[in-house]
């Protein structure tokens, strides 16, 4: 039986375009493969794994992601389609060569405008 998969990451992804940025999708898939989490009574378990990016990933069957993505819909009404990225702008001169964890920078307000229907928490 052949089907489509996608890897984790990928998913995540989806899943924060789809159903918001309410959560880290990437921690909730990995605590639901453990068993740990459900989204709103819902569970989405990989399928099978595979190779992605030299390593064993698990991989999600395209129609079972559909499937999550609907019924967490059907549970949560206020979901909101298309959240952009919460972007930052940060200032730093050219010239400065110290390691990313001992440079702490200022940082702008973020570029990110709530849309029409999201509410933020």
């Known amino acids: 039986m052949k089907f489509n998969v996608i890897p984790a990451p990928e ?5 924060r375009m789809e159903l918001g940025p309410d959560r ?4 909730a898939l990995a605590d639901m493969r ?19 990016r030299g390593a064993w990933r698990p991989m999600y069957a395209v129609p079972d992601v ?11 009404p206020g979901t ?3 959240v952009p990225h919460l972007v ?3 200032h730093t001169l050219p010239g400065d060569t ?11 307000r973020s570029t990110f405008t709530p849309t029409a229907g999201y509410l933020a928490v």
Do not use: N, S
Request: with cysteine; proline share 4%; charged share 30%.
């Open 24 to 27: 880290a999708w990437e921690d």
């Open 11 to 15: 998913v995540a992804y989806k899943l």
């Open 34 to 52: 453990r068993g740990k989490t459900k989204v709103q009574g819902c569970t989405l378990l990989p399928k099978c794994m595979g190779k992605h």
């Open 66 to 76: 559909e499937a999550f993505i609907e019924a967490v819909r059907k549970a949560t």
């Open 80 to 82: 909101v389609r298309g």
């Open 98 to 108: 110290r390691p990313w964890y001992t440079r702490k920078l200022l940082v702008a």
């Open 88 to 90: 930052k702008t940060a």
